[in-house]
């Protein structure tokens, strides 16, 4: 899992509560990223960042937001939770230089 | 762990004898492709990969086959046992970041004893 964990593994929010992920790396990957696992829709990705402070949008980014201050974590927020938000979400992490991508063990987020 | 609960085609095989796993991709452009696995309540494990410029690459067990004529990928697994019970996806990537990932809907093998 190249040393990547995310926190927290299991939450349930309510509608319109803000709600933030946490992806911590031990590897000092320079690249890292969010999806988002839904029946019938594979994984998606949701937002990435390719150094501190440098992030972009991926294929599904409305309604998330993300922040990276230091090379090691990688945060997801969701500014105001809503139900088509519930879903699993996952971390990746690429060293620079190379192609292979490691992922954590997920976040089951549930928006009630 | 973490797991979705997905409905996606299955393939259910012998143990002993050998799984292929299809995927069609979408970009003529993408230039690396992987195999990813993916047991109930984990997150997606690298398997095997090829660039473009290859048709067959051989990992301990597993082959993957690239046709870009028709943009296809396959996964072949050799005498396939218990522990290969998962889902498998494709994913094809483009460009020069590795983790900007486009998966396929995934496989569910099931290897029966």
């Known amino acids: 899992d190249a040393g990547i964990t995310q926190s927290p593994r299991h939450k349930v929010t309510e509608t319109g509560t803000p709600v933030t992920l946490r992806c911590h790396q031990t590897?000092?990957?320079?690249?890292m990223y969010w999806y988002r696992q839904d029946p019938g829709h594979g994984l998606r990705l949701i937002h990435y960042?390719?150094?501190?402070?440098?992030?972009d949008k991926g294929e599904v980014s409305d309604g998330y937001s993300v922040s990276r201050s230091k090379t090691e974590d990688f945060l997801l927020t969701l500014e105001s939770a809503t139900s088509s938000q519930t879903s699993v979400y996952f971390c990746?992490?690429?060293?620079?230089?190379?192609?292979?991508?490691?992922f954590g063990q997920g976040t089951r987020l549930t928006v009630v | 762990g973490e797991s979705v609960g997905l409905h996606l085609p299955t393939l259910s095989v012998q143990e002993g004898d050998n799984s292929i796993i299809n995927c069609a991709y979408s970009?003529?452009?993408?230039?690396?492709f992987i195999w990813y696995k993916q047991e109930s309540g984990k997150g997606p494990q690298f398997i095997i990969d090829?660039?473009?410029?290859?048709d067959k690459r051989q990992g301990q067990r597993v082959t993957v086959l690239l046709n870009k004529t028709v943009k296809h990928l396959s996964l072949q697994i050799a005498a396939t046992q218990p522990g290969d019970s998962a889902v498998y996806f494709c994913a094809e990537n483009v460009g020069n970041q590795g983790g900007k990932l486009i998966f396929g809907q995934g496989t569910e093998l099931s290897v029966k004893p």
């Open positions: 970009n003529s452009a993408s230039d690396y």
């Open positions: 960042s390719y150094g501190v402070k440098d992030t």
């Open positions: 990746a992490t690429v060293s620079g230089g190379a192609r292979e991508a490691f």
């Open positions: 590897e000092n990957h320079r690249y």
């Open positions: 090829i660039r473009s410029n290859m």
